[in-house]
């Protein structure tokens, strides 16, 4: 079976701009969370989406949206990019009762 | 709210040599705790979790941890570094949120293993 897969593998931006990234669950997962991971530091939690309803949301500005589609897959929006968003942005699925999440490989956003 | 305490952010072993990164974790509820393994650009793959039951929990590739409540530890161990083993680990405690879970995970040990 296929894991969590994120598009795109990297991008690059320039401050001010706007970057969509994507990411489908695996199959049956319905729960898809979002991480910023900065270099050095541990993933921090940005939103969790259930039955495409935001159920969590981490202590990130409203620059930063989600949304999560009929078929589970999200994106994840970041508006007016900062320097400080440079970042590998994870995504992780959850199957419904189980604690364990399952990570994508990320996508690494680098903001010039 | 939840956290955790990764002690170390380095740790160095002799191949063959005992792994030990230790994790603290702080939790107004019973804790989900979980350890992942990171390699360079690459997502994160769980290695061991604990949700109830049995306090020492064996997982992937010979890793081993052991959940102390009177501690709130939550120690990573493997008997026998391999070089295989040199990563980036991190500890995380879920807070589970109605019918999801927020992590919060550490900040991360990076293990290397020297031949």
């Known amino acids: 079976d296929a894991g969590v897969t994120q598009s795109p593998t990297h991008l690059i931006k320039t401050r001010g701009q706007q970057v969509t990234l994507r990411c489908s669950p695996i199959?049956?997962?319905?729960?898809v969370s979002w991480y910023q991971q900065v270099l050095g530091q541990g993933p921090q939690f940005i939103f969790q989406?259930?039955?495409?309803?935001?159920?969590g949301r981490g202590n990130f500005p409203d620059r930063f949206s989600a949304r999560q589609f009929p078929n589970y897959s999200s994106e994840l929006n970041v508006n007016a990019l900062l320097l400080g968003d440079s970042a590998l942005y994870l995504c992780?699925?959850?199957?419904?009762?189980?604690?364990?999440?399952?990570f994508g490989p990320g996508t690494r956003l680098t903001v010039l | 709210a939840q956290s955790v305490t990764q002690l170390g952010s380095h740790v160095s072993v002799s191949e063959g040599a005992l792994v030990l990164l230790r994790c603290n974790y702080s939790s107004s509820v019973p804790p989900y705790l979980f350890w992942y393994v990171q390699y360079p650009n690459q997502g994160l793959q769980l290695l061991l979790k604990y949700t109830t039951g049995a306090t020492l929990v064996k997982g992937i590739n010979g890793f081993e941890a052991e959940f102390k409540k009177s501690e709130t530890s939550f120690h990573l161990t493997k008997p026998s570094a391999h070089m295989s083993d040199a990563a980036e680990y991190f500890c995380a405690v879920s807070d589970q949120l109605r019918t999801g879970n927020q992590f919060y995970f550490g900040t991360g040990t990076s293990l290397t293993v020297i031949p």
């Open positions: 989406y259930y039955e495409k309803e935001e159920r």
């Open positions: 199959s049956g997962h319905k729960s």
């Open positions: 992780a699925s959850r199957m419904t009762g189980l604690n364990e999440q399952f």
